[in-house]
């Protein structure tokens, strides 16, 4: 039996009207950013994401069921990044399907396609559960405009996440500072300043010696592996030179933080399993940190 194309869903407590609208009048805010041409309101509209030299896709609005479901059919596409099939888009279809449950309204996800077997799965996936999951969802339940992070050909291979929440950008970078608050890990040093260093240690022989490579204040922050002890992996130096970067966005009391393991792609022996315990620790731990002031330190 075929895997199943990939789904999510989201509940915000806005109206069926309001979810339809930001879906259909406003995919630039929430997705495209400046890389969006075209219309995408109507049956029969068409639009283009461009990202250039990682991702190109022409949309067409094939079934609109007012305040209900959307279903947009990508008629051209182009993943350069992908290295079998760089058109594995085209002919699948994107459906917004709109629902009420009690007091909120469920927004059905489904990139009807989009499968397992694809080429391009893993990636896309990470990548839908950041833009439906989080900007998306963000951008219905608050009306926050996100700030489409660019990235690069080379980038777009490095694991991504990225977490919004109601906190000053200053406030984020210190929290971010504070590792042991949010990071399931024992630390010693300091992480606060331009070139502080630390340890982090996960059990048994394991280490990792960052340095703080670079830090703008209340934008960017940059922790670069001098050195690792990785005793689970054939090659225990897999983080070593690779960096953890923390960019930041702040817009109207709310802040996007877009978190890159730079070098951590998924050629690299530790991907799955660095992939499904930063996935917690940055929109589980750190943003309950951030919500909460109490971090996340239940992994499933």
């Known amino acids: 039996m075929q895997n199943k194309s990939y789904t999510t869903t989201i509940e915000v407590a806005q109206s069926p009207q309001f979810v339809f609208k930001c879906i259909t009048n406003d995919v630039a805010k929430w997705w495209g950013g400046k890389d969006l041409e075209g219309n995408s309101a109507k049956l029969n509209d068409e639009f283009i ?12 609005l094939i079934e609109v069921i007012p305040d209900k479901k959307i279903v947009w059919l990508v008629t051209e596409s182009k993943l350069n990044w992908l290295q079998k099939d760089m058109n594995e888009w085209t002919n699948t279809k994107m459906i917004f399907e709109v629902t009420t449950k009690v007091d909120k309204t469920v927004l059905l996800f489904t990139h009807e396609g989009l499968v397992p077997e694809k080429e391009c799965y893993a990636k896309c996936e990470q990548g839908w559960n950041m833009v ?15 700030i489409y992070l660019h990235q690069t050909k080379s980038e777009m291979k490095n694991f991504n996440s990225s977490i919004s929440a109601k906190i000053s950008a200053h406030d984020a970078i210190k929290k971010i500072s504070n590792v042991t608050d949010w990071w399931g890990v024992t630390f010693s040093g300091n992480s606060e300043k331009l070139n502080d260093k630390f340890i982090v240690k996960m059990g048994g022989d394991s280490f990792f010696d960052f340095t ?3 830090l703008i204040s209340d934008k960017k922050i940059v922790w ?22 923390f960019n930041l966005a702040e817009d109207n009391g709310m802040t996007t933080v877009n978190f890159i393991h730079e070098g951590l792609t998924p050629e690299v022996e530790c991907y799955k399993a660095c992939e499904k315990g930063w996935t917690h620790w940055i929109t589980t731990s750190l943003f ?7 971090g996340d330190f239940k992994q499933p």
């Not at 992996?233 to 897999?238: H, R």
């Open 288 to 294: 309950s940190y951030f919500t909460t002031g109490k």
């Open 224 to 245: 670069l592996v001098t050195d690792c002890n990785m005793p689970w992996f054939a090659d225990k130096k897999e983080w070593a030179n690779t960096k953890l970067i």
């Open 212 to 214: 703080v490579a670079e």
């Open 132 to 146: 439906i999951k989080d900007w998306l969802f963000n951008f219905i339940a608050t009306g926050v405009i996100k």
């Open 49 to 60: 994401i461009n990202h250039p030299g990682a991702h190109y896709s022409k949309q067409k």
